[in-house]
């Protein structure tokens, strides 16, 4: 089954760091589903920009995902001193999460 | 995140001081490049010159920053020096292993250890952590009251080379009777600036007022992952020392033309990255590009972002799709350059020159608004293109001129 989301690799200045995803979601059920799959040990934080609200949910040391960026997107940034273990379980967090809000 | 720095001040003309040392934001791209540029005539010794760089700015700095919170006793200024490193971005340091005799210090992230290998993508084969090494030597010299030039620093594991962890040895030794002072803020531009050109659809006062909202301090691990790229709010007397020095030590060898031409083509490479990240990331979509109603509009939108980076006041003169004229009160390579060898005979603001024809070759040939791949290829592709852009230096505040200008054609 395909999955209900598309993904980006940045091939630039964070290259194997930076990943956008892309789905349907709503932003603020996504950013509570990210807080809650990690038991709320996150720390989050809301950044305003013009008209557009970001809140990022930052798991340290390992990953911080930014939600509403843009519509429909999720970008996921893994910390630099990340394991490819831990890399790969953040991966894994986010598309369950879409998966599981697109169902 | 409770971090103890210096005090920051924001000062006319869009320069911003920590404890007296200015500060001006460039990528991990950037970072490698000129690296790479100052690094590739063997000879040179310019790997001692970016160390005693980095240790005389880090020195200056975290100086002033114990006096301003009162710290006397080393292991306090450590801490200051430790928290600073990380809230400018260079990642962690670790001060536990050194005392005034020296010893080992240690970087679990770092910008240039880590960062770099991203721009270049792959490991290097000489230790690039230069600038770091010169932090640790020039913040234990602080520490202990010594001259900036007190400790002799090597890589013991270099990140870049693969390493888990950097680790640095510091050695005590004689400071060099000529080893180079950091200017701080240095010879600056008088008055006032004239305001943003009219012909625009793009506020600059919303967009500088927007992005004061944002946090660009290092996170937990000392980085600072934005806009695509990973930015250093880096030492303009750092960046300045090691180009001027790269080119009178060419100029040595005959070869100044080259040099300088080397040093716009680092600018091409900032403005390629760096302007090119931030022109198709998140935050310019949110805050720039829904003011943009021409191509033009693009070039005053970078120019209004540039003059949030510490480089001085840019201001849009002219602008045609054939041609940009751009003047700058306190480009940060005039006031460094003033401050540090005096009034000059040619012009020294290469990267500038280098970010104004690269920001044309970005909106014009490059079609950026498309939101472009930004690779290798791209870069090839239009930097080389028949269509590009090149960068003239008219005036420089180096030289005596009321303001630096840049005319950029094809």
């Not at chain 1, 999955?3 to 990943?19: I, K, M, N, S, W």
């Not at chain 2, 009162?70 to 292991?75: D, L, S």
């Amino acid at each position: 089954m395909k999955p209900p989301f598309e993904v980006e690799r940045d091939a630039r200045c964070q290259r194997g760091l930076r990943f956008l995803y892309r789905a349907r979601f709503d932003p603020d059920a996504l950013a509570d589903a990210l807080d809650a799959a990690y038991d709320g040990m996150v720390v989050r934080h809301v950044e305003a920009l013009g008209d557009t609200r970001t809140e990022r949910v930052i798991v340290q040391f390992q990953v911080e995902y930014r939600v509403g960026e843009r519509e429909g997107e999720v970008s996921l940034t893994h910390r630099v001193s990340a394991s490819p273990e831990i890399r790969a379980r953040s991966h894994r967090v986010l598309e369950d999460t879409l998966t599981r809000l697109a169902a | 995140m409770t971090r103890e720095t210096g005090d920051v001040t924001r000062v006319d003309h869009g320069r911003t001081l920590m404890s007296g040392e200015p500060l001006v934001f460039h990528c991990n791209h950037y970072n490698y490049w000129l690296q790479k540029t100052l690094l590739l005539p063997e000879g040179l010794g310019m790997r001692a010159v970016i160390r005693d760089a980095a240790s005389s700015a880090a020195h200056a700095m975290i100086t002033q920053a114990a006096r301003e919170r009162g710290a006397t006793e080393p292991a306090e200024i450590l801490r200051i020096a430790a928290d600073c490193f990380s809230a400018l971005g260079f990642g962690t340091m670790d001060f536990s292993g050194a005392g005034e005799a020296g010893g080992a210090v240690r970087t679990p992230t770092s910008h240039y250890g880590q960062c770099l290998r991203m721009a270049s993508g792959a490991d290097f084969a000489e230790p690039q952590e230069l600038f770091d090494q010169g932090y640790a030597a020039g913040a234990l010299a602080a520490a202990h009251g010594r001259p900036a030039g007190s400790y002799a620093a090597r890589s013991e594991a270099s990140q870049s080379m693969g390493a888990e962890v950097g680790e640095i040895a510091l050695a005590p030794r004689e400071a060099p009777a000529d080893f180079f002072t950091a200017p701080g803020r240095g010879p600056h531009a008088a008055g006032d600036v004239p305001p943003q050109s009219p012909d625009t659809n793009v506020d600059e006062g919303a967009v500088l007022s927007a992005l004061a909202g944002l946090d660009l301090s290092g996170n937990e691990e000392g980085l600072l992952p934005r806009f695509g790229v990973i930015l250093t709010n880096h030492f303009a007397n750092f960046y300045d020392r090691i180009s001027f020095e790269f080119v009178r030590r060419m100029d040595g060898t005959g070869m100044l033309d080259m040099a300088e031409e080397l040093l716009v083509e680092a600018g091409y490479r900032c403005a390629f990255n760096t302007f090119g990240g931030i022109m198709t990331s998140a935050e310019w979509d949110a805050v720039v590009k829904p003011q943009c109603k021409t191509t033009e509009d693009w070039v005053h939108g970078m120019v209004a972002v540039a003059n949030a980076l510490g480089w001085g006041v840019w201001r849009v003169h002219e602008l045609t799709p054939s041609r940009l004229v751009v003047r700058i009160w306190d480009d940060y390579e005039s006031t460094g350059y003033l401050g540090m060898y005096g009034e000059s005979d040619r012009f020294v603001s290469h990267l500038a020159a280098g970010g104004v024809a690269g920001l044309m070759n970005l909106v014009y040939p490059g079609r950026i608004a498309e939101r472009p791949t930004l690779d290798a290829e791209y870069y090839a592709r239009i930097f080389e293109s028949p269509e590009r852009f090149e960068p003239r230096g008219v005036k420089c505040m180096a030289s005596g001129d009321a303001y630096t200008e840049v005319v950029a054609e094809r």
